[in-house]
C-alpha cells in the first residue's frame, strides 16, 4: 500500500507504529500556499491506487484529487483533530491556538518563510488567541529556546500540555486497514 504524509506526523507515527510502514513524507507547510499541496500530492500520487494519505482537509481540493487516484485520507479538518477530539479541543476554548512539537521546530518554515510574515504578521495574525497549546506527546524534548523564539514572534503565551496518541493511533489505524 502506498502511503503519502505530512511530515507534521512523522515523529508520532514513527513512534506508534514504528518502522514498518514507508511512507513518503512531504513537507508540513504545504498547505498554507494555495495549489503547492496539491501539486505536491499529484506527483507524489502519480500511477498509484488506493493510497492511504495522512492528511485532513488541508487543501479544497484534496478529495477529489483523492478520488481520481483511488486514495482517501484521515477523516478529519486539520491536523489538530487528528490528535485531539472535538470535545478535547473544546476544552482549551475558542481563543487557543493548537500544535505539536514538529510544528513548534517549523514554525519558522511555515510562517515566515512559506507564508512570509515578519513579526508584526504575526502578532497580528496571532493576536485573537489567548494562548497556544503546545501538545506534548512525551516523544522528544520540547526546546526552551523554541518555545521563547515562538512566543518573541506572536507575543502570545505557550502552555505545554501532556497528551496521548491513542485517537491519533485508532485514526490511522482505521486509514490503513480501511
Known amino acids: 500500500m502506498d502511503i503519502v504524509g505530512c511530515s507534521v506526523f512523522r515523529t508520532e507515527l514513527e513512534h506508534v507504529f514504528g518502522d514498518t510502514l514507508a511512507v513518503e513524507w512531504l513537507p508540513s507547510r504545504l498547505d498554507v500556499v494555495p495549489g503547492e499541496l496539491d501539486k505536491a500530492l499529484s506527483q507524489a500520487l502519480a500511477g ?4 492511504a494519505c495522512l492528511y485532513g482537509a488541508c487543501s479544497p481540493d484534496i478529495d477529489a484529487l483523492l478520488a481520481e487516484h483511488g486514495g482517501r485520507r484521515l477523516p478529519v ?3 489538530v483533530e487528528v490528535f485531539l477530539s472535538p470535545e ?5 476554548g475558542d481563543h487557543a491556538f493548537i500544535i505539536t512539537a514538529t510544528i513548534l521546530r ?7 518563510d512559506a507564508l512570509g ?3 508584526i504578521d504575526g502578532r497580528i495574525n496571532f493576536g485573537m488567541y489567548e494562548v497556544i497549546v503546545l501538545l506534548d506527546f512525551g516523544l522528544e524534548p520540547i526546546d526552551d529556546i523554541d518555545v521563547l523564539e515562538l512566543f518573541d514572534f506572536t507575543q502570545t503565551p505557550i502552555d505545554i500540555v501532556p497528551a496521548s496518541l491513542e485517537r491519533f ?3 490511522v489505524r482505521g486509514l490503513l486497514e480501511g
Open 48 to 51: 498509484s491506487h488506493g493510497a
Open 77 to 79: 479538518r486539520n491536523c
Open 88 to 92: 478535547e479541543r473544546a476544552a482549551f
Open 106 to 112: 517549523e514554525w519558522r518554515a511555515i510562517y515566515q
Open 117 to 119: 510574515w515578519d513579526e
Open 169 to 171: 493511533r485508532g485514526l
